[in-house]
C-alpha cells in the first residue's frame, strides 16, 4: 500500500523552526513532483510549496518564501520542508502530496495521485 508519512509537527513560539519530513513508500517518488498544502483551522486547504521530481526546482507562495524552503532527498525517498521565522498564520495542518507530474497549485487535495495524513503546527505569539 503506497504511503506519505509526514512527521514533524509540533507546537512553537513565533519565531522559531521546524522541519516536517514525509517519507514515501511504495511508489516511484523520485519520479514524482511534490508538494506541501496546509489547512488553517475554519479555512480552506492551501499551497505552500512544491518541488520537481528531480529537485532543480521549487515554489512557493508568497507568505512564505524566504522563510520555508522546500526539499527532498530521493535515494531516502523523503521529502522536507523547513520552516524558519514561524508566525501564528502559519498554524494549520500541513499535508504532503505527490503526482506524477506538474499540476496546478489550485489542484483539490483529493486529485493528487497521493496524499498524507497531515501533521499539526501550532506557532503561537
Known amino acids: 500500500q503506497v504511503q506519505l508519512v509526514e512527521s514533524g509537527g509540533g507546537s512553537v513560539q513565533s519565531g522559531s523552526s521546524l522541519r516536517l519530513s514525509c517519507a514515501a513508500s511504495?511508489?516511484?517518488?523520485?519520479?514524482?513532483?511534490m508538494t506541501w498544502v496546509r489547512q488553517a483551522p475554519g479555512k480552506g486547504l492551501e499551497w505552500v510549496a512544491s518541488?520537481?521530481?528531480?529537485?532543480?526546482?521549487?515554489y512557493y507562495r508568497a507568505s512564505v518564501k524566504g522563510r520555508f524552503t522546500v526539499s527532498r532527498d530521493n535515494a531516502k525517498n523523503i521529502m522536507y520542508l523547513q520552516m524558519n521565522s514561524l508566525k501564528p498564520e502559519d498554524t494549520a495542518v500541513y499535508y504532503c502530496?505527490?503526482?506524477?507530474?506538474?499540476?496546478?497549485?489550485?489542484?483539490?487535495?483529493?486529485?493528487?495521485?497521493?496524499r498524507g495524513q497531515g501533521t499539526q503546527v501550532t506557532v503561537s505569539s
Open positions: 518541488i520537481y521530481a528531480d529537485g532543480m526546482k521549487t
Open positions: 502530496a505527490g503526482h506524477r507530474e506538474v499540476i496546478v497549485t489550485t489542484t483539490p487535495l483529493d486529485d493528487y495521485d497521493y
Open positions: 511504495r511508489f516511484a517518488f523520485s519520479r514524482y513532483y
